[in-house]
């Protein structure tokens, strides 16, 4: 399975945009890049995949380099409530098991 | 919310019990996954079904078992437990197994093994 790679934690202030980035260098061409968020005492939540084009939603967007090798998850007014552990991981279009291998993840910490 | 319910939401049990977590899927899903979180770490992939039907299987101990049912909820057996499965316990569901598909998660149970 292709492995992600995230920094363990990141900071950031109260109504300013937050870019996670995660690094992927062994991505094959049928991995999607999925990114969920687990909020304290939560499950899991998705916020995002892509294949090869950024992608935008109301929660966030995902900005996905030329050659896929890395991407970044950009929350573009981060509040208290985004608090969370973000994981950035890969799924296997061609896969059959279609799980979610799931890595350390990136927690995120808002300063008000 | 996000549709899908487990019970119980807390479990204490002594070592070498039998206990059974279940899951109910979010309303016309068909794929159901179980997945174990030990303290401050990620997601542990277990195992899935498909309407009724194993797909794969992840990390799963030959003490732990499952099954979906035909109204899709789900059953996750966990039998001669020691210490170290003490766990959240995170049961998922999404429409199909398409990797495209988003996963829904459930709000866990929250096993602790004495």
């Known amino acids: 399975d292709a492995k992600t790679t995230q920094p363990n934690s990141m900071e950031s202030n109260e109504e300013e945009p937050v870019h996670l980035p995660c690094n992927h260098s062994?991505?094959?061409?049928?991995?999607?890049i999925h990114w969920y968020r687990q909020l304290p005492s939560q499950g899991p939540e998705y916020v995002i995949h892509g294949l090869t084009s950024n992608v935008n939603n109301r929660m966030a967007s995902l900005a996905i380099a030329e050659d896929r090798k890395s991407s970044t998850l950009i929350l573009h007014r981060a509040t208290l409530r985004d608090a969370a552990v973000y994981y950035c991981i890969l799924r296997d279009v061609s896969y059959s098991n279609y799980q979610l291998i799931w890595g350390a993840g990136t927690k995120l910490i808002i300063k008000p | 919310d996000s549709g899908v319910t487990q019970t119980p939401k807390h479990l204490i049990t002594a070592t070498g019990q039998r206990v059974t977590l279940r899951c109910s899927p979010r309303?016309?899903?068909?794929?159901v996954y179980w997945y174990q979180q030990s303290l401050d770490q990620g997601l542990q992939f277990l195992i899935h079904y498909y309407n009724g039907e194993e797909r794969a299987k992840g990390n799963i101990l030959e003490r732990f078992s499952a099954q979906q049912f035909p109204d899709l909820h789900s059953e996750l057996n966990l039998s001669s437990l020691e210490l170290g499965d003490s766990a959240l316990y995170f049961c998922?569901?999404?429409?199909?197994?398409?990797?495209?598909?988003?996963?829904?998660f459930g709000p866990g149970t929250r096993l602790t093994v004495l």
């Open positions: 998922a569901s999404s429409a199909t197994g398409g990797n495209y598909n988003e996963q829904f």
């Open positions: 062994t991505i094959s061409g049928t991995d999607y």
């Open positions: 309303s016309g899903d068909l794929s």
